[in-house]
């Protein structure tokens, strides 16, 4: 996901995908720890991903004036 795409999102669509890609961090932890991951990548994929959802989030937070 490009941080374009991840500005284009509403509050409750942002809130929304970052519960998707926890849920698929925390099957992915368990697919690990068992051997059985296929795509190791995607592990970083989705943390980086989390990251730039959590940026967005924390950039709206903030008041316009401290800007």
Same mark, same amino acid.
Request: hydrophobic share 25%; net charge negative.
């Given at each position: 996901m490009k !941080?374009?795409?991840v500005k284009a999102l509403? !509050?409750?669509q942002l809130?929304? /995908?970052l519960l998707k890609l926890k849920k /698929?961090?925390?099957n992915l932890r368990f697919q690990k720890a068992s051997g059985q991951v296929e795509n190791t990548a995607r592990v970083r994929q989705i943390r980086r991903d989390v990251a730039r959802i959590k940026t967005v989030q924390a950039q709206r937070a903030t008041p316009a004036s401290a800007k």
């Open positions: !941080a374009s795409d509403t !509050a409750d809130k929304d /995908e /698929e961090q925390f």
